[in-house]
């Protein structure tokens, strides 16, 4: 090459944010809405081997983060997601489009999805060890395809298809709403908890 310097630089970079909110009394609120949710729904929705309070015969709207048990949640995650909207120079302000807790029990998995047309989504684990099923973005890159004619000798972000989260009580993950995800399958004999959002903007 001569000497000649090469130059690198990211040309689609997707923003996703990971960060711990340590509160065990919203933690424990969590666990115990979704029990209590779970008990008494009329028509509980068990997503393969998991139950999610997608019912919105039981609650207000469907959106469980509008509780007021979780006020100090909603407020938090409401403020970080405005904070990031911000810092991407996106405009608007944010609200809670929808929200819904889920368990996922041993075998629970959910397929390659995303949650367009919302802005921005999350995830925040009120139960989760290591071991436990965790979350993994496709790259939107290589959407259609990978390298090809070619393997990779060690993944990067380059050559990944998939980035793979292993996940914890208290970890809180937000994400623009478009990138397409997948949960693996739980394989532990457990209860994994989480809370899950999308958030619009106000046109």
């Given amino acids: ?7 690198a630089f990211n040309a689609f970079s997707v923003p996703i944010y990971r960060f711990h909110y340590d ?3 919203m933690a424990q609120a969590c666990v115990d809405m979704v029990h ?3 008990k008494d729904d009329p028509e509980p929705c068990y997503y393969p081997f998991g139950y999610t309070t997608f019912s919105k015969k039981h609650l207000e709207n ?7 048990r979780l006020k100090p949640l909603a407020d938090f995650f409401w403020g970080a997601t405005q904070y990031l909207h911000e810092q991407n120079k996106l405009t608007g302000n944010l609200f809670y489009a929808s929200s819904w807790l889920t368990i996922g029990r041993k075998y629970s998995y959910h397929e390659r999805h995303h949650h367009n047309p919302h802005t921005w989504s999350g995830v925040y684990y009120a139960r989760a060890v290591e071991g436990d099923a965790g979350i993994h973005f496709y790259n939107p890159v290589m959407s259609v395809t990978a390298w090809p004619h070619t393997d ?3 993944l990067t972000e380059y050559n990944s298809l998939l980035s793979q989260n ?16 997948k949960v693996d399958q739980q394989l532990e004999d457990r209860e994994r908890i989480t809370l899950a959002f999308n958030f619009n903007v106000e046109q």
Avoid at 1 to 7: A, L, R
Avoid at 166 to 181: A, D, K
Wanted: proline letters at 5%; aromatic letters at 8%; glycine letters at 6%.
């Fill in 36 to 38: 209590q949710y779970e």
């Fill in 62 to 68: 469907g959106n469980v983060i509008l509780d007021e």
């Fill in 1 to 7: 090459m001569d000497n000649q310097p090469i130059q």
């Fill in 152 to 154: 990779a000798t060690e």
């Fill in 23 to 25: 509160n065990e009394e």
């Fill in 166 to 181: 292993e996940v914890e009580t208290g970890n809180v993950i937000i994400f623009p709403s478009y990138l397409e995800h």
